[in-house]
């Protein structure tokens, strides 16, 4: 099966929704207790959450298709985490690969289109959040050329993490 990618639009919303779902379940599902993540699932992948999202018109969001079907995606914003930052920096969320394209290169591509993304609109550094126990993450993330440079309260359901913060220099 070959890749296509493409920047999502409002239209794509509910089956970006339907794969997030899907991908953070695969990869977190029995980290967290189940009803934490039934309440971050319905708050983050919900029928309303992606769709006002939308309404900020500084998202981008790049996807790769398989056969028409969503195997990643990410998403492009300006900066919010709360740690400091220069300004114009932009951050990089839900970088999220569906199992059978982990390891095939996609997430790369995908993190190659946001570089050159920001850096056409010359931004001075990329940063994400990434969980605390995603050494896999972690690693891709240091590969990138990725540094972390502090921690951010993540909320899932009822409780709060301590996710690293991590930041590219461009």
């Known amino acids: 099966m070959s890749l296509a990618y493409r920047t999502a639009g409002p239209a794509d919303a509910p089956a970006l ?14 980290a967290f207790p189940p009803d934490d993540m039934a309440l971050h699932l319905e708050t983050m992948f919900g ?9 900020d018109p500084a998202l981008r969001i790049h996807m790769a298709e398989a056969d028409g079907a969503i ?17 114009g920096a932009l951050e990089i969320k839900q ?9 095939a290169g996609v997430a ?12 056409a609109e010359g931004a ?3 940063y994400l959040s990434v969980w605390e126990r995603g050494d896999r993450a972690i690693a891709f993330y240091r590969k990138q050329g990725f540094e972390i ?13 301590q996710d690293p913060i991590m930041r590219l220099a461009l």
């Open 17 to 30: 929704a339907a794969m997030g779902r899907l991908c953070f379940t695969e990869t977190f599902g029995a």
């Open 149 to 161: 440079v502090g921690q951010a309260p993540f909320r899932l359901g009822s409780r709060t993490y």
């Open 47 to 55: 029928p309303d959450a992606l769709p006002r999202e939308y309404e």
């Open 71 to 87: 195997a990643a995606y990410l998403k492009l914003t300006p900066m919010k985490l709360p740690v400091p930052h220069e300004p």
């Open 95 to 103: 970088l999220y690969v569906l199992k059978p394209w982990q390891g």
């Open 124 to 126: 001075p550094a990329l």
């Open 108 to 119: 790369a591509a995908l993190m190659d289109w946001a570089v050159e993304t920001a850096r």
